[in-house]
């Protein structure tokens, strides 16, 4: 699904900025403030798995059409999730892990409404920059619904416990500052500055050593699960890998020589 091969009734947009090495990911259903039926669960997946297997995409940048992010699951879709039982539900998992598994860079540009299964989205990737007109709800206990889309694991690593039930068990719709109180987004921007601001993060981490982040992101992702000694041991292993690396060389090279480098992932 490379962009310029994508039909019209896609539901998801990917634009390859190449030079650069980013991708774009447009949730495209502006008219329903971007709910995801089940094409988009689809579809999603395999952009997922699309950018993280390309070596050419360094970075992925997630956002939405139109003047929201995404509000969640389509309920009113007759192929979505209700009533479709644990098959379906396990399908909604496989997406959230594969873009937890992108062994790349991930930002969600939060550009208006985040809820339900499309905030925790948003908090599965690495970076969450909002809108200063964004808003942000766990909206599950309004709908008869509990969390999902990993937001029964992420909540509580990123904000604490008590803070993740009061945001799961309220519903209630928060600003982008609140979001900001809580600890789920890393930045508020202006609304007319978004686009430049998440950019400017984007070059920054596609500039950035492939291999060096991608496993200090894997490391900081299986923190909570290992002790401090498995950590130190996952910490020497990927250090000697990044000793062997023409990037090493480079950042050397480029250090000696009072430049920036250019990383190349190898």
Not at 18 to 43: D, H, S
Not at 152 to 172: T, Y
Not at 244 to 262: H, I, N, Y
Request: charged fraction near 25%; charge should be negative; glycine fraction near 8%.
């Amino acid at each position: 699904v490379r962009s310029g091969a994508m039909p019209d009734d896609h539901v998801v947009r990917l634009d390859i900025d190449g030079e650069r090495a980013v991708a774009y990911l447009t949730l495209n259903r502006p008219a329903k403030k971007n709910a995801i039926n089940a094409t988009m669960w689809n579809e999603l997946l395999e952009v997922f798995r699309e950018v993280g297997d390309n070596v050419d995409d360094r970075v992925l940048v997630l956002t939405g059409a139109g003047d929201a992010f995404c509000s969640g699951a389509d309920l009113s879709d007759p192929g979505g999730v209700v009533g479709s039982g644990l098959a379906r539900m396990r399908h909604v998992g496989d997406v959230a892990l594969a873009l937890h598994r992108l062994a790349k860079p991930t930002i969600a540009k939060v550009n208006g409404v985040a809820a339900g299964a499309g905030l925790n989205m948003a908090l599965g990737c690495d970076l969450v920059v909002a809108s200063d007109e964004a808003r942000f709800s766990e909206i599950f206990a309004r709908r008869n619904l509990s969390l999902d889309f990993g937001g029964s694991w992420l909540l509580p690593r990123m904000i604490g416990l008590h803070k993740a039930k009061e945001l799961a068990f309220f519903a209630d719709v928060i600003s982008a500052a609140e979001a900001q109180e809580f600890g789920i987004v890393n930045r508020v921007v202006p609304a007319a500055e978004l686009d430049k601001f998440v950019d400017d993060w984007a070059l920054r981490l596609a500039a950035g050593p492939p291999l060096a982040l991608s496993m200090t992101k894997t490391m900081l992702n299986n923190s909570a699960a290992v002790s401090m000694a498995q950590a130190l041991e996952g910490e020497a292993r990927c250090q000697s890998v990044n000793f062997e690396t023409a990037d090493m060389a480079e950042a050397v090279a480029a250090f000696m020589q009072k430049r920036d480098p250019t990383f190349e992932g190898r």
